[in-house]
T-cell receptor, first 114, second 117 residues
């Protein structure tokens, strides 16, 4: 079975701090894509970052970066210099290459405090 | 790029009526669209996969006669909740894949909050 586990239901940090959200997944496939999506209070799902499993280099998008450990099936998200607008639910997900369905984790609720 | 819209953003209806939700890809053609349901403080639950020009594929446990999906064009998919009941009240989200761009990536609409009285 393909699963995603986010072990931190809630996290809270102060503004400007760095925070890391954990994600582990399980699949027997070798080619897949990994994602972090953000869902702020507006409930709009926003793509934060994307990683191809065949790439060893970790993806980065401005203040957002990932630590992708394929052997360990780990895909954590690091948010640097956190901002109040980063307050949201964060979902880790992956899709097998050639498949259609995204497999989601249960989410981590992140609160950035002023 | 890769913008997906949904309409309406919220709807209130009486029990027994039908409600149609539209999902549009605004700047790309989406051969595949997806419909999700999300309960409060939970993750997204895939309801069905909608392929342009063919019948939708429903997930196990989703009533296809209750949740009618039509994907008649490359930019529009609709979800109709037929004979809605209070238990159908939820947040419904659509997404679409851009085959011309990152075809593996789903882009999401803003969601529709359905309340059935």
């Amino acid at each position: 079975a393909q699963t995603v586990t986010q072990s931190q239901p809630e996290m809270s940090v102060q503004e400007a701090e760095t925070v890391t959200l954990s994600c582990t997944y399980d699949t027997s496939e070798n080619n897949y894509y990994l994602f972090w999506y953000k869902q702020p209070p507006s409930r709009q799902m926003i793509l934060v970052i994307r990683q191809e499993a065949y790439k060893q280099q970790n993806a980065t998008e401005n203040r957002f970066s990932v630590n992708f450990q394929k052997a360990a099936k780990s895909f954590s998200l690091k948010i640097s210099d956190s901002q109040l607008g980063d307050t949201a639910m964060y979902f880790c997900a992956f899709v097998i290459q050639g498949a259609q369905k995204l497999v989601f984790g249960q989410g981590t609720r992140l609160t950035i405090n002023p | 790029g890769a913008v997906v819209s949904q309409h309406p953003s919220w709807v209130i209806c009486k029990s027994g009526t039908s409600v149609k939700i539209e999902c549009r890809s605004l700047d790309f053609q989406a051969t595949t669209m997806f419909w999700y349901r999300q309960f409060p403080k939970q993750s997204l639950m895939l309801m069905a996969t909608s392929n342009e020009g063919s019948k939708a594929t429903y997930e196990q446990g989703v009533e296809k006669d209750k949740f009618l999906i039509n994907h008649a064009s490359l930019t529009l998919s609709t979800l109709t909740v037929t004979s809605a009941h209070p238990e159908d009240s939820s947040f419904y989200i659509c997404s679409a894949r851009d085959p011309g761009g990152r075809g593996d990536t789903q882009y999401f609409g803003p969601g529709t909050r359905l309340t059935v009285l």
